[in-house]
Structure formats: C-alpha cells, structure tokens
C-alpha cells in the first residue's frame, strides 16, 4: 500500500489519472472492480487494412481470458498493440477462422489501424460508448500522467432519469417473463450500428429524449425517431441509429427474447400487452429522414 503525506496528495494524484475512466480517485484495477458495477453489452474491434482498405473484426476475447481489460484506458491502449504484434509476428499465419469474425483469409498487411468501440453502463446507467470509436489506437497517446483523451464522457445529464428507468424496468418486466429492455444514450454525430438477433420478437425502439435517424439494412427509407416516438424493428439484420440532435439523444429497446425458459403458459405469447410504455409515442407519423 502507498500512503501519500496530505501535502503530495495533489501531486500524487496526477500520477494516476492515465488509470482512471469513468471514476477518478487513486483507484487500482482490483478496486475498481469491486466499489462499481459494470455491464458490457457490446465490445468491438475492428482491424482496418489501409492498404487493402479491408476491414477485419476480432473476437475481444481472442487473446485475452475475459473482457476486462475494456474498461480501462491504458489497458485498451495496451490490447490494440497486442493485436498489432500478434497479426504480425504470427507471420501471417494467424488462425483467421477462429479469431476473426469473417471469412477473408488474405494476410493483413502492416499498414494497419485499430479502433475499439465499448459499450457500458456503470452502476446502473444508461448503456454507453466508453471510447472513441473514431480514434486509430494505434495513433493515440496515452501516459499515467494525463487524463484519457480519448475517453468518452460518462453522461452524467441522464441521472434524473434513474427513478424512470426503475419504472420503467418494472413495467417491462410486468409484461412477460420473457419480455426484456435495454437503455441507451449516444452522443452527437456518433451512430450505433445494431444486430438483431432471431431469438428476439416485438422489438420497439423508443426515444426517450433527443433525435435520432434510424436506418435498417432491409429498408429503403429512413426515418428520423424525435422524443416520445417509437419505431418497429425486425429481427435477423442490422440497423443504425444515428444521433441527429445538438445534444445527447436517450432511448430505450423493448422485446420479447423468445430463448428465455420456465415462461408462464397463461403469459401474452407474441405480443406484449398495452402498458404504460405505449403511452410515450406520438400519434403523428414518423417523418422520413432523405
């Protein structure tokens, strides 16, 4: 243990704020861990060959025993190099089946960057992105002395929303045993780009505070989602929600995950019963965002 004398506290916590993310403080990684909840929903890595201009996606667990290394800055730091060595020193013999998530074969070039997208929620917050998805890693600075320039903001404008998502949560959950949500808050000019899985039903997207344009791969038209509206959305493909707003847009998904076991037979099968939730959209049509 380091015990720092009240005069070098200042100093001494400047010598920490590389390690920090979201909580600022003389934290190690162990406690970290155990003062805050964390809940990962999504970790991308993508793998850019500008030379070929070819994009790559790895498995965030292909080299690492578990995912906790994305929620923290040196350590994200740390893994994009990793990745960087390993695709070369492997001499382009790398299992590319079992660690990248397409079926391109060809060796990567040396002429490559790296950019990791984490989505997380701390203490029960809303889900968001934990880093820049835009910035190259492998171009990025980091040292223990200077906060994470790269770490995105936790969102902290969404706390008065805490009581609702309770009700929310409850009202959801009130629906089925198999009837599920899930919070989201994004920044300006920052998309998400979502799969929906074919185990999941009735999937609605609502937003709950902001603008957004929402724009699926099966659909030729795309539409811009503002606050109380809600949009259907099938399952099996992806779709984007772009944040279109001057500020950070909220919204929420709620659907039925047909997987879930030990369902009550008497339980709404396919649809979710009206509740408090419907009540948020608008009657107005959604506009077409061109």
């Known amino acids: 243990m380091i015990i720092y004398k009240k005069e070098n506290w200042r100093n001494a916590v ?11 403080g003389l934290y190690g990684y162990s406690w970290d861990m155990m003062v805050h909840t964390w809940n990962s929903v999504s970790i991308t890595v993508k793998v850019v060959d500008n030379a070929r201009n070819k994009e790559y996606f790895l498995d965030p667990i292909a080299w690492t025993p578990n995912d906790r ?3 923290h800055g040196d350590m994200v730091y740390q893994f ?8 070369h020193t492997d001499g382009q013999n790398v299992n590319v089946e079992k660690v990248w998530s397409n079926n391109n074969h060809k060796p990567i070039t040396r002429n490559v960057s790296i950019y990791i997208d984490v989505w997380c929620s701390m203490n029960g917050r809303f889900q968001q992105r934990m880093f820049d998805p835009k910035v190259d890693l492998l171009q990025a600075e980091w040292s223990p002395f200077e906060y994470v320039k790269w770490l995105m903001p936790l969102l902290v404008d969404a706390e008065d929303w805490r009581h609702t998502m309770d009700e929310m949560r409850n009202e959801v959950h009130s629906w089925s045993e198999k009837s599920e949500l899930l919070f989201v808050a994004d920044f300006p000019g920052y998309y998400l780009e979502n799969y929906t899985p074919t185990n999941l039903d009735n999937i609605t997207l609502t937003v709950l505070d902001g603008i957004v344009g929402f724009e699926a791969e099966r659909m030729s038209q795309s539409y811009i989602i503002e606050t109380g509206d809600s949009i259907r959305i099938a399952n099996g493909g ?7 707003s001057k500020k950070s847009s909220y919204y929420m998904y709620t659907y039925f995950n047909t997987s879930l ?4 037979e008497n339980q709404t099968e396919g649809k979710l019963p009206e509740g408090k939730l419907p009540s948020l959209s608008r009657s107005e049509e959604i506009k077409r965002w061109d």
């Open 14 to 24: 400047h010598l920490h704020t590389g390690y920090n993310n979201w909580t600022n």
């Open 69 to 71: 290394w994305a929620r």
């Open 80 to 87: 994009a190099r990793c990745v960087e060595q390993n695709i």
């Open 238 to 244: 992806f779709h984007k929600v772009h944040v279109l």
């Open 261 to 264: 076991s030990n369902v009550n």
